[in-house]
């Protein structure tokens, strides 16, 4: 079984140090998972950099990691960020999760013309905020050293993501191109756009095509908001593979 992920932040280690995991992350390695001293566990910053190492000492809310090995991010290949409609009840919550999962580095939480979600105020903040903590909790539980970046996007900020992306696809039931015949950088930003349970509106297509996006299928059928985005980030990761 893959060692459990912790969450801290660090500076420059190297095997022999230790690193030392406080407050809620701490508490909950040791109330929670109940990791014991001895226990192989691996330690993230959140940002791509990680350690794998061997729990040192155990505190009621500090936990003391022995560096073995350091994991760094591996430069310059696509990385993916996924621009999400808002959808009602859990179908966000669901979304987010997958796409971190599938690997997003990024999530945008768009705010399109048919969202029957609408984020205003406090609301809107405590929304944005269950978005990144369950992008944590989504990282921690796949063992990714990424957490993803979570902001709110209007459909004018889509547009300037996409300007700004190294390729954009935009997911759509009526797109004559598949995915798979789409010609991938081999490095950069990409973005994948997911519209609501609606549909994306003719206006943001066309302002999101004129802008540079690719519109694109990924299946025979319609799928729901809340899992299109994790299907393309899987056939994505195929086809960078056998690409």
Known sequence: MTSALFLAEFGEVGPGDVVTIIGDEAHHAVAVKRV?????VIVCDGRGTALDGRVESIGRRELGVRVVEIFAPAPGR???GVVQALAKGDRSDIAVQTATELGARRILAWQASR??????GERGEKALEKWRVTGREAAKQSRRFYVPEVGFATTGDVVEAI???AI??????DATAHIAQIELPEAGEGLVIVGP??????DELGGFLTAGALAVSISDGVLRTSTAGAVALGQLDVLARIG
């Not at 969202?115 to 205003?120: A, E, G, H, L, M």
């Open 115 to 120: 969202s029957i979600v609408r984020w205003q």
């Open 168 to 173: 954009a696809l935009v997911l759509h039931e």
């Open 163 to 165: 300007r700004g992306a």
């Open 36 to 40: 014991q001293v001895g226990e192989p």
């Open 197 to 202: 349970e609606g549909g994306i509106a003719p």
């Open 78 to 80: 696509l990385t993916w």
